[in-house]
């Protein structure tokens, strides 16, 4: 590469050093970048790359590797992830942007907008004919069995007519440019189409990055194509709402395994709508309903990511667990609106592009406006014959889902090569209607920053069009472009490919609006409130709980080895208390006691292990995927924060193996973040990891890293306490904190006073520090080493926040506020605590019966009974809806 394309000569304009600098695309290719050569042979760059370029400014190229890094901070801070089925382990990377944008002038998207608007209603019309009059299967122009055949034709759906006629909501074409400049249809997405989320992420990303290129190019904004999909939404939803009532949309989505679901996230919080799984919806006398904490909420419109066959178990596919049970019944009723309406799958078979241009002519009486890549469905004697004829240099496809029909996974760019054609004969021979053959279109190749270079990268394009409810059709002035990877020709985000901002550029007037909707008016503030979903209040709740068990293992892991670090003796009943709180919390296994040092070689042994992932490990991978099933509720910083804990500590464990534990922070910090894990529970750790382990590692490596995760935990806690809304979701997090918190102090006090370790310097000290509360006593109580103090802080104490009197006070304020449902009002809930205080006074608790705190230890043992009680009553009343209708609000 010339090095003038980083030492900037201030004689040369930057337009012409890209010129000379950029790679050209690969013959018989289109380049996105560079125009063919004029007259006098001179290569010149295409419109509107050469203002592109200037608007860079004085740095040039020079500072497009400080932006490439901007890009991805971005990309890590807002946790944009992929999930890539493909690997192992199924673990989500970060989302793949590339820096320069793709750029499509007015003119082209002008004959883009047209042709897929057409296709649009083409394919909206031949799905109301399929499941209606069939007439286009009658007439031959679609085989009956490509349609038949085809596992996304629902034939529960025949007779359905959805509100409107729409069966399409939103499509997706997939286009790419030929070598001559013309666009092809290469594919369609009308099942559940992909990309709305990051190609909005994309665009967030890319402008800032080129603030003023982006101005002065006069790109198309995207917010009003979102503004109109909610609106479409909302006109095609039933009616039978009363006056000024928004319908209740939901998001239906896989789950958190799913490739894409990090922009299902997105895409429902920009959207405003509720992000739900299948069993966060129930149906009820033909009617769909959300299970919330206030009971059943009618949901009137879905926007579904779910494919079709998983989304009712009754009538579809009885394997799923993701769908929801009678959803069909519900269509048909005509209540409830899905988009896309259940059953359009089939067209996205590639067979189906070769039938396109004749239904064209039959229903509209004109040519497809943007042709199709020929296409041979093999399952026609005549279209095989002519398609095996020519079948070197063709693409091969399969028909079907490439888990049905015996297809495989499809291809899109590479031709079949010569030495393949025979093998290729025989397997099509043998399942005809499995593959379609299709013309080889070169993909255009699109300019990519690499390493201080301007690459070509093969390139294809996701239009979106969104029906309008009444028969028209928008296009997103934009898309989803995506790139190749360096090494291959084939557009995947699957196989490593990347993705890029596409900007529309427009001569007339940008689209400048907002997704801030009108003003709202009074009477529409004062109802407002998100929904809560039964799953979104458990998986808070247990977020609360693992949050709390995750600190409360640091801090019992850190005064454990703290005190058998030191010149302390280690013998007798406060050992033993601490062993068995250490086992209780799965910091060491469950086998005989031991020696304390050997005691500590296990502790040590068990943080570190990767045999061994019990304890903190656990509570933080538990902490993460219960973060995970919720993240449409949480801020970037709070989503980050609990899986940098995670992952940090993952890494800190595997230095260990190392040896070198003491990783810094702020490395830990700046790592990508990955998908949540649920960590697996080991039962025992053996004598020879112990060994090894604790031959290369030492307690106070492990201490300083303990003493990091404690601070990233503190971090978390400020964010649930600081920075959530105080609605019934944070209400029930709080819950399960303070559940957990009273359990475990319960816990720790009946222990070290059952065996009276707490008599003892070491006992006194050490409880004070699992309490945290050793500097509130000192302030309290200077010089002072008295039980009746340390009670009276521990237990009765309303202004220490880890006392139990505190615990109880924040407990009974929640749950009087929490919503009433058929068991009772959640105040009842408080009946399960102590009415006042703990319910014993400071006198009897410091009372010695044949020299035990008799009732400090019954105390205690009531107190963690409650927890239990409390936990299980909460679980039945508000994560599940076994009584039925007695739960609904609304209709």
């Not at 031949?126 to 996304?152: E, M, N, R, S």
């Not at 500097?775 to 309303?798: D, F, S």
């Amino acid at each position: 590469m010339p090095q003038f394309l980083f030492q900037t000569d201030p004689s040369q304009d930057v337009a012409s050093l890209a010129v000379h600098a950029a790679l050209p695309a690969r013959p018989g290719h289109y380049d996105e970048l560079r125009a063919p050569p004029d007259a006098s042979g001179a290569t010149q760059l295409r419109e509107p790359w050469p203002q592109f370029f200037e608007l860079l400014g004085t740095s040039g190229f020079a500072d497009l590797d400080r932006r490439v890094d901007g890009v991805a901070r971005q990309i890590r801070e807002n946790g944009i992830t992929y999930n890539i089925y493909a690997e192992a382990n199924g673990s989500a990377r970060p989302w793949s942007l590339d820096l320069l944008p793709f750029v499509i002038n007015d003119t082209d998207w002008a004959a883009i907008e047209q042709g897929v608007c057409q296709r649009a209603s083409l394919l909206n019309r031949v799905l109301a004919d399929v499941y209606g009059p069939q007439t286009l299967l009658a007439d031959k122009l679609i085989p009956p069995a490509l349609v038949f055949g085809h596992p996304g034709y629902l034939r529960p759906l025949r007779g359905y007519q959805p509100p409107g006629g729409t069966y399409l909501h939103i499509a997706a074409f997939d286009l790419a440019r030929a070598s001559d400049g013309g666009w092809w249809v290469v594919s369609q997405r009308t099942q559940a189409p992909s990309g709305l989320g990051y190609l909005l992420e994309n665009r967030l990303t890319i402008s800032g990055m080129f603030p003023e290129a982006f101005k002065q190019l006069r790109v198309q904004h995207l917010a009003t194509s979102y503004r109109r999909l909610m609106d479409m939404l909302y006109k095609l939803s039933p009616g039978g709402l009363p006056a000024h009532t928004p319908p209740r949309i939901v998001l239906l989505t896989p789950g958190p395994y799913n490739e894409t679901y990090f922009e299902q996230t997105y895409l429902a919080r920009y959207l405003g709508v509720t992000l739900v799984e299948g069993g966060d919806l129930v149906v009820r006398d033909k009617m769909l309903y959300l299970k919330t904490l206030h009971g059943l909420e009618r949901v009137h419109a879905v926007l579904r990511r779910l494919d079709d066959d998983f989304c009712d178990p009754l009538e579809l596919r009885s394997d799923s667990t993701l769908g929801v049970p009678g959803l069909l019944q519900v269509m048909r009723a005509g209540n409830v609106l899905v988009a896309n309406s259940l059953g359009a799958s089939f067209l996205e078979s590639p067979a189906i592009n070769g039938f396109l241009p004749a239904i064209s002519r039959r229903l509209f009486d004109a040519d497809l406006l943007l042709p199709s890549l020929p296409s041979w469905w093999c399952g026609e004697a005549a279209a095989r014959e002519q398609a095996l004829a020519n079948l070197p240099g063709m693409v091969i496809k399969s028909t079907y889902p490439s888990n049905m029909r015996g297809g495989f996974e499809p291809v899109i760019g590479r031709a079949v090569p010569p030495s393949d054609t025979a093998a290729l004969h025989a397997r099509i021979a043998d399942n005809p209607d499995a593959y379609t053959v299709q013309e080889y279109l070169p993909l255009s190749q699109a300019p990519s920053w690499s390493s201080g270079h301007i690459v070509p990268r093969a390139a294809m394009l996701r239009v979106f069009v969104i029906a309008d409810g009444e028969g028209g059709w928008n296009v997103l002035p934009g898309g989803l472009t995506r790139i190749a990877s360096r090494e291959q020709q084939i557009v995947s985000m699957q196989r490593g490919g990347s993705s890029m901002d596409t900007w529309v550029t427009t001569r007339g007037a940008v689209d400048t609006f907002s997704m801030l909707p009108v003003q709202l008016r009074l009477e529409d503030i004062a109802p407002a409130h998100r929904p809560v979903s039964s799953r979104a209040a458990e998986n808070l709740f247990w977020m609360g709980r693992y949050t709390e068990r995750a600190e409360n293992d640091v801090r019992l892991a850190t005064v454990a080895l703290t005190w058998l670090n030191s010149d302390e003796d280690n013998a007798g009943e406060l050992f033993a208390a601490v062993d068995t709180l250490c086992r209780r919390s799965g910091l060491v296994p469950a086998a005989p006691t031991l020696s304390a040092r050997m005691f500590e070689s296990t502790l040590v042994a068990q943080l570190v292990s990767d045999e061994a992932q019990g304890g903190v490990a656990r509570n933080l991978g538990a902490l993460a995927f219960a973060a995970g099933q919720i993240r449409d509720r949480l801020s970037p910083e709070h989503w980050r924060l609990v899986v940098t804990a995670h992952e940090w500590f993952m890494r800190m464990a595997s230095a260990g193996r190392g040896r070198d534990i003491a990783a810094p922070l702020s490395a830990a910090v700046s790592a990508p973040v990955s998908a949540p894990v649920s960590a697996s529970v080991s039962a025992s750790v053996s004598p020879s990891i112990s060994a090894s382990i604790s031959a290369s590692i030492s307690a106070p490596d492990v201490l300083r890293g303990l003493r990091s995760l404690g601070m990233q935990l503190s971090a978390i806690t400020g964010s649930q306490t600081d920075r959530m809304t105080r609605d019934d979701g944070w209400r029930l997090l709080t819950i399960g904190r303070q559940i957990e918190r009273l359990a475990a102090m319960a816990g720790l006090l009946g222990e070290l006073f059952r065996r009276n370790a707490v008599l003892g310097d070491s006992g006194f000290n050490m409880l004070l520090d699992l309490f945290d509360s050793k500097i509130t006593y000192r302030a309290y109580y200077p010089g002072r080493q008295e039980v009746p103090a340390l009670l009276n802080l521990l237990v009765q104490e309303p202004a220490n926040p880890r006392s139990l009197a505190c615990v109880l006070s924040v407990l009974r304020k929640e749950l009087a506020r929490l919503p009433d449902t058929v068991a009772g009002p959640g105040k009842d809930l408080v009946n399960l605590l102590p009415s006042e205080g703990v319910g014993v006074s400071l006198a009897d608790l410091c009372l010695q019966t044949q020299g035990l705190y008799a009732g400090v230890l019954t105390l205690c043992t009531q107190l963690e009974l409650a927890a239990s009680s409390l936990s299980n009553e909460i679980s039945l009343r508000y994560f599940s809806h076994a009584a039925g209708h007695d739960q609904t609000l609304t209709a």
